[in-house]
Every structure is written in C-alpha cells, then in structure tokens.
C-alpha cells in the first residue's frame, strides 16, 4: 500500500507561482508513475500532468502547459508540481496520485486559491 501526502497549497495572487509537493510513503516510489489531478468547486475532477517512474517523461494538460512543471525526486520519495503564471482558474483542489498496473493511490488533496 501506499500513502500519500499533498503539501505546499495556499493563497496566491493571479501571476505568482507556487510549489506543490506530495510524500509518498509504504510502497517503492521508484516504481510508480504519479501525477497530478485537480477538482474545482461544482466541476468534476481534471487530469493537470503525470512523469513516469524515470522522470524522463512527462505529459501535461492543454490548459497548463507552459505554465506548470512537474518533476520527482525519488531519492526523497516525492512529487512535485511547480506552477508558474498562476490564473483564477487555476483554483482548485489538487491530488497527488501514485499507480502501477491496476493499482492507484490518492492524497486527500491540498487547496491552492489564486486570487484576480
């Protein structure tokens, strides 16, 4: 099993960055492909961007692209979420996610709010 744990969210004025981290903990790290996901209020959930177990590869949504880097260090068994040029928009919840084959795991989210 695998736990997760999101961190770095806050209040952020439009055009500012922020750094989102997610622990991960009870699994080997260095297996798994994680990503990001994001729900914002009375929307459903949204896929922002994953990397693979290297780190070599990565994809990204249309609507972030450019803006947001997503990056780990398995060393410290931890995913990253840079966010640059940040909108209103952007408000959400955001979820870490670890899977490998049918398995897949969640954090319970962390808020990030960009104010106009």
């Known amino acids: 099993q695998v736990q997760l744990v999101e961190s770095g969210g806050g209040l952020v004025q439009a055009g500012g960055s922020l750094r989102l981290s997610c622990a991960a903990s009870g699994g080997t790290f260095s297996s798994y492909s994680m990503g990001w996901f994001r729900q914002a209020s009375g929307k459903e959930r949204e896929f922002v961007a994953t990397v693979n177990w290297s780190g070599d590869n990565t994809d990204y949504a249309d609507s972030v692209k450019g803006r947001f880097t997503i990056s780990r260090d398995n060393a410290k068994n931890t995913v990253y979420l840079q966010m640059n040029s940040l909108k209103p928009e952007d408000t959400a919840v955001y979820y870490c996610?670890?899977?490998?084959?049918?398995?897949?795991?969640w954090g319970k989210g962390t808020l990030v709010t960009v104010s106009s």
């Open positions: 996610n670890a899977a490998l084959g049918i398995k897949e795991y």
